[in-house]
Each structure stands twice: as structure tokens, then as C-alpha cells.
């Protein structure tokens, strides 16, 4: 079983910038692909980053890449999401979660993660 706890999130105002954080209970964390998702009042979630197991590779949905930055410390069991020049359009409810396939590739299909977390609140605004 593996729980996910995040952290982080908070009010920020544009501009600014908010690192949020993954803590993995598991002992197999990196064994698996990780991914951020997020959610905003009244829209369905969306795919925002993920990072394969080791590490190495990362992908981004278009409306982050160059601001946001996902990586993981396999030695803390953690994954981050630093995340700067943030927007409004930011302002969502942010979860990680847990590829179901151990040492697959990414995806942005959120199916395709079967752990997710509670989710931390960052709001974006003057």
C-alpha cells in the first residue's frame, strides 16, 4: 500500500513562485513513474507533469513547460513541483500520484496512476 501526503501549496501572487512536495510511504517509491495533476473549480483534472523512475526524463503539459519543473530524491521517497512565474490560470488544487506500472515509461493518462494524494490547495492571485 502506498500513501502520498503532499505539501507546499498556499496563496502566491502573480509572479510568484511555490515548490510543492510528495512525501511517498512505500518502500518501491523508486521503482515507479510520478506525476502531478491539478484541478479547478468547475474542470475536470489535468495532467501537468510527470518524471520516470529514475529520474532522467520528465514530460510537461504545454501551458507549464518552462515554468514549472517537476524531479524527484529517490532517497527521501519525495517528488517535487517547483513552479515559477506562476498565473492565475494556475490557481487549482494540485495532486501527485503513482504510475500503476512499476519502471514504465510517462504518461499523462491519470488512469494510468493508481495512487493519488490528498491534493494541496495554491491559489494564484493579487
Known amino acids: 500500500q502506498e500513501q502520498l501526503v503532499e505539501s507546499g501549496g498556499g496563496l502566491v501572487q502573480p509572479g510568484g513562485s511555490l515548490r510543492l512536495s510528495c512525501a511517498a510511504s512505500?518502500?518501491?517509491?523508486?521503482?515507479?513513474?510520478m506525476g502531478w495533476f491539478r484541478q479547478a473549480p468547475g474542470k475536470e483534472r489535468e495532467f501537468v507533469a510527470a518524471?520516470?523512475?529514475?529520474?532522467?526524463?520528465?514530460s510537461y503539459t504545454p501551458s507549464v513547460n518552462g515554468r514549472f519543473t517537476i524531479s524527484r530524491d529517490n532517497a527521501k521517497n519525495t517528488v517535487y513541483l517547483q513552479m515559477n512565474s506562476l498565473k492565475p490560470e494556475d490557481t487549482a488544487v494540485y495532486y501527485c500520484?503513482?504510475?500503476?506500472?512499476?519502471?514504465?515509461?510517462?504518461?499523462?493518462?491519470?488512469?494510468?496512476?493508481?495512487?493519488w494524494g490528498q491534493g494541496t490547495q495554491v491559489t494564484v492571485s493579487s
Open positions: 500520484a503513482r504510475r500503476r506500472t512499476a519502471l514504465g515509461g510517462m504518461t499523462n493518462i491519470d488512469r494510468e496512476y493508481d495512487y
Open positions: 512505500g518502500r518501491a517509491f523508486s521503482a515507479y513513474g
Open positions: 518524471i520516470t523512475w529514475g529520474g532522467g526524463t520528465t
